[in-house]
């Protein structure tokens, strides 16, 4: 079973700040995902990446396959930013059997 | 593109009453569906997944149960609430590539 460490667990950041979150996974991967969870609790898909990098508006989604290591950053950050970030990866690797997320990032950026 | 139709989105329910949450999917066949919990100050965790008609499979064991009588229908169900029931309900599915998209969520409250 894939285990998932993400951090900080909170942040709290001003306006236009430049943002890092980071993901950690224990057990090789087909793709990482990157989800974004507002204050209602309903969930969006922000990335899905297996290698290198991908660019969103302000938000970037950097994944190292040898170091099982995924970032997400937020630049020039603004308040509706605020929301919970979550790192998900395949349940034991790959298949059927869904994903395991972490614990998620609260971030709360203040005007 | 694939959608999930969850409700309702907030709920109320005694101790010892039934439940019944139900998912449905729009634009795609066949796909894998999960059903996942999210309780107070943890990390959403996989309680259920289906990959055909009738055909379940949990990873954890409580007082829930899961039915799929239809392709594109996921019902998470319990006979009798326990407090420990309250928590944030999701479904999922895993489409092409990996990709998963997810409903909206549920808000369970057992009183």
């Known amino acids: 079973k894939n285990e998932v460490e993400q951090s900080p667990q909170n942040l709290t950041a001003q306006e236009g700040e430049f943002i890092t979150i980071n993901c950690s996974y224990s057990?090789?991967?087909?793709?990482l995902h990157w989800l974004q969870q507002h204050p209602g609790g309903g969930i969006v898909s922000l990335f899905m990446l297996s290698s290198g990098k991908k660019k969103h508006g302000r938000l970037i989604a950097t994944i190292n396959i040898q170091e099982k290591h995924s970032s997400l950053h937020i630049t020039a950050s603004h308040p509706r930013d605020s929301a919970v970030y979550i790192c998900a990866v395949p349940y034991s690797g790959g298949g059927a059997d869904g994903l395991t997320f972490g614990k998620g990032t609260h971030l709360i950026i203040q005007p | 593109s694939q959608t999930i139709h969850q409700w309702p989105a907030t709920l109320v329910q005694p101790v010892g009453s039934p439940l019944s949450l139900e998912c449905t999917v729009e634009g795609t066949s066949n796909p894998n569906l999960y059903w996942y919990r999210q309780a107070a100050g943890r990390g959403l965790q996989l309680l259920f997944y289906?990959?055909?008609?009738?055909?379940i499979s949990s990873e954890v064991p409580q007082n829930l149960s899961a039915s799929r009588p239809q392709d594109r229908q996921f019902i998470l169900s319990s006979k009798k609430l326990l407090l420990s029931d309250s928590g944030f309900y999701l479904c999922a599915l895993q489409g092409a590539a990996f990709g998963y998209t997810f409903g909206s969520g549920t808000r369970l409250t057992v009183v």
């Open positions: 289906s990959v055909g008609i009738g055909q």
């Open positions: 057990v090789g991967i087909s793709a």
